[in-house]
């Protein structure tokens, strides 16, 4: 159903790629579009249990497209370097395939929680439980991921 990587010496293995989606700090969403175009978003996320979860808002292209077209795809970059005097680049970057749905319940709790550790997990914990509790404008999106490739260049 996936395609195998060309290229099979630049393919990391498993757990080395969902390491890298657990340490980036944003992705790029793809989906379906308006008219069937390519709709590209980057957005913050956390992997967590082997899903991806984002905070949404409740109206938007984002979540037209998941509805009508919820099979996606995933990317990070986890390094990218030039090495101009070896005319190469070292990179790391990682693709996960798979179907978007809205979480709800204690999955939408736990994906919120650990977004909010994720990027404020400096601030007091009593003011990220009051900032989970209280945010009822975002939806949280889960990808239940089918597929995760990740490449890397030789030298990294």
Sequence with gaps: ???????????????????????????????????????????SFVYLDGKIYFHSAKEGHKLDAIAKHPQ????????????SEEYTAC?????????????????????????????CGDQPKAANERAVAGCTRAIIIAIDIEHLTGKESPNM
């Excluded at 159903?1 to 969403?29: T, Y």
């Excluded at 996606?72 to 090495?83: G, H, K, L, M, Q």
């Excluded at 990682?94 to 650990?114: N, P, Q, S």
């Design 91 to 119: 990179f790391r970057s990682v693709i996960a395939f798979g179907k978007a749905r809205i979480a709800g319940g204690e999955e939408r709790l736990k994906a919120f929680r650990a977004l909010v550790e994720k990027y």
């Design 1 to 43: 159903m996936f395609r195998e990587m060309r290229k099979q010496e630049k393919q990391m293995q498993f757990e080395k790629a969902a390491a890298a989606m657990k340490r980036c700090q944003s992705g790029v969403l793809a989906c379906l579009g308006d008219d069937d175009y390519p709709y590209a978003v980057p957005l």
């Design 72 to 83: 996606v795809s995933f990317a990070v970059v986890d390094e990218d370097r030039i090495v």
